[in-house]
Nanobody
Framework: QVQLVESGGGLVQAGGSLRLSCAASGRILSTQAMGWFRQAPGKEREFVAAIKWSSSTYYADSVKGRFTISRTNAKNTVYLQMNSLKPDDTAVYYC????????????????WGQGTQVTVSS
């Protein structure tokens, strides 16, 4: 069983930055990915970024160049550094674990965190 605990959300003005953290406990196969999805009110949950055990990464086009996903050397904490935030980035951000590397589909995720709210004011 894998448990995910997120932190770091909050309120920020447009153009500002936030860093989200996700601490994972339990075993995740090295071939699987960890990452972040987000869900805005009235919208479906969407992919944001993912990272593999080897630290290979991929991003949604909407955040590429602004967000950076990384992980600790111990491989049990994943971060999402969010810069140049826009009001459209407002959403609940969910840590995700144990899904196929390369996937952008929420239904392929096996474990979810509880979610952390990110609000960007204009």
């Amino acid at each position: 069983q894998v448990q995910l605990v997120e932190s770091g959300g909050g309120l920020v003005q447009a153009g500002g930055s936030l860093r989200l953290s996700c601490a994972a406990s339990g075993r995740i196969l090295s071939t699987q990915a960890m990452g972040w999805f987000r869900q805005a009110p009235g919208k479906e949950r969407e992919f944001v970024a993912a990272i593999k055990w080897s630290s290979s990464t991929y991003y949604a086009d909407s955040v590429k160049g602004r967000f950076t996903i990384s992980r600790t050397n111990a491989k049990n904490t994943v971060y999402l550094q969010m810069n140049s935030l826009k009001p459209d980035d407002t959403a609940v951000y969910y840590c995700a674990a144990d899904f196929r590397y390369g996937s952008r589909w929420s239904h392929e995720v096996n474990y979810w965190g509880q979610g952390t709210q990110v609000t960007v004011s204009s």
